[in-house]
């Protein structure tokens, strides 16, 4: 289980608000982005999709806890993508 605690980052902070959703900077204020980055340490995907997707994830697993629906795991996949005969 996650235990969240504000504050544990050295070099970045992270904010969130539910108009706003998530704003990163440096820990000198700079503006900041969230990253997926794999297990070898490359950058899979990076910039405001990624922290939108991430806030997206969060909320629905909130909303779903309040119904009590159960669910303990939110997915989020790449998109589908879009076939050319669907397109024309």
Known sequence: MINP??????ASSISATI???FTVT?????????????DAGNIVEAGPQVAQQAW????????????GEGHLRVLSK???PIKKDAAA
């Open 5 to 10: 605690k504000a504050g544990e980052l050295l």
């Open 19 to 21: 108009s706003e959703g």
């Open 78 to 80: 790449p998109a589908e």
């Open 26 to 38: 440096t820990a000198d204020g700079r503006p900041a982005r969230l990253a997926v980055v794999d």
């Open 56 to 67: 997206a994830v969060c909320i629905q697993a909130q909303q779903n806890f309040w119904r």
